[in-house]
T-cell receptor
Framework: DTGVSQDPRHKITKRGQNVTFRCDPISEHNRLYWYRQTLGQGPEFLTYFQNEAQLEKSRLLSDRFSAERPKGSFSTLEIQRTEQGDSAMYLCASSDADRTTKETQYFGPGTRLLVL | GENVEQHPSTLSVQEGDSAVIKCTYS??????FPWYKQELGKGPQLIID?????GEKKDQRIAVTLNKTAKHFSLHITETQPEDSAVYFC????????????FGRGTSLIVHP
């Protein structure tokens, strides 16, 4: 069990560019969540997957954001036409919905995005 | 939706003292309450959690208490050490469904040697 991993750890981009982040959950965890965290705030939910199905999206997830989990393992989060307001830490978490500890989520180290 | 308030926003203690962080929640349907520790530049790390069928849970120097009637829960850290310095987040969620937690705004704990 190597934990949740995210790549890249840091990303600097110019406004208007597209960026893509990757998350690899704990192996065999069927749920995967994406969050955004800004300075001085707790993580805010963006979207989550059960296996390959995207089951819920937050109002925070504008149409410039898209997430996929094509094979039910790793997931990608893409932001198109980035804006300075997108600058934040993007966190991924995973859990096993089939266990009695189904609510327990384990977070990755995050990807810090800076939009210039 | 759920609303979680967390206090204090900053807590400064001397090494060896106890630290207490308090959270309140608004949705009586919430029944799972995790606490996370986040060090600078890292993701949140689960340190302890409690479900609504118990009132208290302890793990070495860390304990969490839950008062369902008052809708508040607290994190207690005893014999604090400098390595306990971090930002601590409480959260609340419901079993049965998405289990999406609502987080508090965090408490920055500083333990002075």
């Amino acid at each position: 069990d190597t934990g949740v991993s995210q790549d890249p750890r840091h990303k600097i981009t110019k406004r208007g560019q597209n960026v893509t982040f990757r998350c690899d959950p704990i192996s065999e965890h069927n749920r995967l969540y994406w969050y955004r965290q800004t300075l001085g705030q707790g993580p805010e939910f963006l979207t989550y997957f059960q296996n390959e199905a995207q089951l819920e999206k937050s109002r925070l997830l504008s149409d410039r954001f898209s997430a996929e989990r094509p094979k039910g393992s790793f997931s990608t989060l893409e932001i198109q036409r980035t804006e300075q307001g997108d600058s934040a830490m993007y966190l991924c978490a995973s859990s096993d919905a089939d266990r009695t500890t189904k609510e327990t989520q384990y977070f990755g180290p995050g990807t810090r995005l800076l939009v210039l | 939706g759920e609303n979680v308030e967390q206090h204090p926003s900053t807590l400064s203690v001397q090494e060896g003292d106890s630290a207490v962080i308090k959270c309140t929640y608004s949705d009586s349907a919430s029944n799972y309450f995790p606490w996370y520790k986040q060090e600078l530049g890292k993701g949140p790390q689960l340190i302890i959690d409690i479900r609504s069928n118990v009132g208290e849970k302890k793990d070495q120097r860390i304990a969490v208490t839950l008062n369902k009637t008052a809708k508040h829960f607290s994190l207690h850290i005893t014999e604090t050490q400098p390595e306990d310095s971090a930002v601590y987040f409480c959260a609340a969620s419901q079993s049965g469904g998405s289990y999406i937690p609502t987080f508090g705004r965090g408490t920055s704990l500083i333990v002075h040697p």
